[in-house]
Each structure stands twice: as C-alpha cells, then as structure tokens.
C-alpha cells in the first residue's frame, strides 16, 4: 500500500493520502447526500410517459372550448337570412323585363332599312343634300292684306327669331315708290342696332324691295324709315324668310 503526503492548505498540515494495492485513491469521507436514491428515481419513473412506436387502439376523448367570433363574422342566422336574398342562377330561360329605348336608339325596323342599303360590306351614302324647306313670316300686315304706316314716323315691323337660319330673305313692297327701309338686328330682342353693310333698294318704278343675307345674329326687324315732309299714309307689306 502507497502512501502520498499532501498539504492542508486550510491550517497547512501536511496529510496523508492512502492508495489501495490497485493504485486507486483510497476515499473515507464522501458527500453522497445530493445523489439521487432508489426512492427518489422510483418517483421520477412515475412521470415518465412511455412513448411506444405502435399503433394506438382504442377511443380517445377530446374537449374542446368554445371561442367567441371575430367582430362581423357572418353566423348561422346571419348566412340563413343572405340564402333568402340570393336568386337561384339557372341555365334555362331569363327574362328580362321590356323598358323603353333611349332616344336616338336604333330598332329592329331602322337596321332593317340600313341593312338594305349595304353593298359589298359598304354603306351607300347619297351625295345629294337634305331639301331644308324655307321658313317665312309677314312682318308688315298679312297675307294679301298690307298695312297703312303714317309718311311722317318711323314703322318698326314685328321681330322675328332667325337663330336657327344660315340666310334669310327681306322682301315686300309699299306704294310709296321712295321709301327707304333700314335692317335692325338685336342680341337680346331689347337693344337694336343698324345693319350698315346691307342695304334695301326700293324699286321706283313699281315699289319692289328684296335684299338677301347671312345672319350671325339672333333677331331681326325692318324699320321703314319717316319721311318728314311728307303727309298721309302708304301701305306696306313685307316678309322675311329664312332658310
């Protein structure tokens, strides 16, 4: 048996350590008391699950919670009133319900007429224009009947409304053969002002006046203008037409 001297450093004596005949350190006191016994790992085993790799027979009970449902999730009687407002889609019939056609919208009868005018995948298009028919009112006196209009002041015809013509005609005759007539046009039918590029031209020998123009304005008048000194009265008829 060896013996080994070592130091105590805790009072520093010098101690002897023991070897047995196997060359192993010879141990009196050891702190077993942290080491797990018998009893203590017979209580572990208890809280062990066995896990097993075969199959599972048998029938095993599950619990479950009920949770609430999110803000606006759709429930039983919500999906129940929804069914009662969704209209069964089918392959067979549908009927629509007949309403009146906009304005403009071609029919069944207006194709037809264009269908017949379709040659070789063309329309054909007729190159005459439109017949547009005159428009014209009396504006002195009526028809077949003129209207005495003193000499000595000024006679303004009625109004008439050309917004809707290119060109229109003055035309008419009075019995006094030198009468002179001036064209009024107006924006508004309040304010009037002269007309100074046209002019109408009485006829002396028969008293025949006519003058045509273009009309960039809404309303127009003849005015047969006063003949100061002059007495009595003279007849007048006049029309003015537009186109």
Not at 144 to 163: C, K, R
Not at 175 to 190: H, M, P, R
Request: net charge negative; proline share 2%.
């Amino acid at each position: 048996m060896s013996l080994i001297l070592v130091k105590d450093n805790t009072n520093s004596k010098i101690r002897e350590l023991e070897c047995t005949t196997a060359g192993l350190l010879k141990v009196d006191h050891v702190d077993v008391s942290a080491l797990a016994t018998e009893s203590s790992l017979a209580s572990l085993n208890g809280k062990v699950t066995v896990c097993d790799t075969s199959s599972i027979s048998g029938t095993v009970a599950c619990t479950h919670a009920s949770l609430p449902l999110p803000t606006g999730a759709a429930t039983q009687a919500t999906l129940a009133s929804l069914n009662g407002k969704v209209v069964a889609c089918d392959t067979g019939a549908v009927v629509v319900s007949a309403s009146s056609l906009p304005t403009g919208a071609a029919t069944e009868a207006s194709l037809a007429v264009l269908s017949g005018c379709v040659t070789a995948g063309k329309v054909a298009v007729s190159s005459s224009a439109a017949l547009i028919s005159a428009t014209s009112a009396y504006v002195f006196g009526t028809q077949g009947n003129p209207v005495a209009e003193l000499s000595n002041i000024d006679a303004i015809s009625s109004v008439v409304d050309v917004d809707a013509f290119q060109r229109v005609l003055i035309a008419g005759k009075t019995t006094k053969f030198d009468s002179e007539f001036q064209i009024e046009v107006s924006g508004d039918n309040l304010d009037w002002f002269d007309l100074q590029g046209v002019f109408v031209n009485v006829d002396y020998a028969n008293g025949n006046f006519g003058v045509i123009f273009d009309t960039p304005f809404q309303y127009l008048r003849l005015k047969r203008l006063a003949d100061v000194g002059s007495a009595g009265s003279e007849s007048v008829s006049a029309i003015i037409s537009g186109k």
